[in-house]
């Protein structure tokens, strides 16, 4: 099972809105609307910021939004702020019954 | 509020068993609303899922990895455990312990991770 692919790099000034692709294919991404999006501080364990593509979890900022075309994700940061800035990974549930994440998207505010 | 903590050595050798310990507190193991998993880290790579498991000690291994992994649950002690065997270096990573809600499709929390590195 392949990584599903990000952007190496997204950046922004605050205020700004950005948007983390993550595409993967029909046996994951696609075939489900299984993704979820991590954000991970360096040294620091992964936070869950969306799960199910779109659905923030209590806690979680309202300017954290998640979408879903065919088999690529979207991970959009809207009114960025210096805390936003982190590595981001999604993750999918696939068609062999495993998980798969992102290979990672580091999100630098200018 | 659950809480999950990795415990084991940092170091192992080539060839050797890497074994790992969560103790989870604040949330009983026992409960038959989750599954209990690891995911691990290369430093400075991505994230890779290894598995998971249930209270009643099901099983369900990342198959690049079954060959290899091995988990337990210890109920009485509110821990699960991860054994890796014949490690080389690219075994060498964060491992991450983490809970999964039973259906469901995501993983949280997570503990604060623990780096094992593989090397003579």
């Known amino acids: 099972q392949s990584a599903l692919t990000q952007p190496a790099s997204v950046s922004g000034s605050p205020g700004q809105s950005i948007t983390i692709s993550c595409t993967g294919t029909t046996s994951d991404v696609g075939a489900y609307n299984y993704v979820s999006w991590y954000q991970q501080h360096p040294g620091k364990a992964p936070k869950l910021m969306i799960y199910?593509?779109?659905n923030r979890p209590s806690g979680v900022s309202h300017r954290f939004s998640g979408s879903k075309s065919g088999n690529t994700a979207s991970l959009t940061i809207s009114g960025l702020q210096a805390e936003d800035e982190s590595d981001y990974y999604c993750s999918s549930y696939t068609s062999s019954d495993s998980y798969v994440f992102g290979t990672g998207t580091k999100v630098t505010v200018l | 509020q659950v809480q999950l903590q990795e415990s084991g050595p940092g170091l192992v050798k080539p060839s050797d068993t890497l074994s790992l310990t969560c103790v989870v507190s604040g949330y009983s193991i026992s409960s038959s609303s989750n599954w209990w998993g690891w995911i691990r880290q290369p430093p400075g790579k991505g994230l890779e899922w290894i598995g998971y498991?249930?209270?009643?000690?099901?099983?369900h291994y990342n198959p690049s990895l079954k060959s290899r992994v091995t988990m337990s649950i210890d109920t009485s002690k509110n821990h699960f455990s991860l054994k890796l065997t014949s490690v080389t270096a690219v075994d060498t990573a964060v491992y991450y312990c983490?809970?999964?809600?039973?259906?469901?499709?995501?993983?949280?929390?997570w503990g604060q991770g623990t780096l094992v590195t593989v090397s003579s």
């Open positions: 498991i249930y209270f009643d000690g099901s099983t």
């Open positions: 983490a809970k999964k809600l039973t259906s469901k499709t995501w993983f949280d929390p």
């Open positions: 199910e593509v779109s």
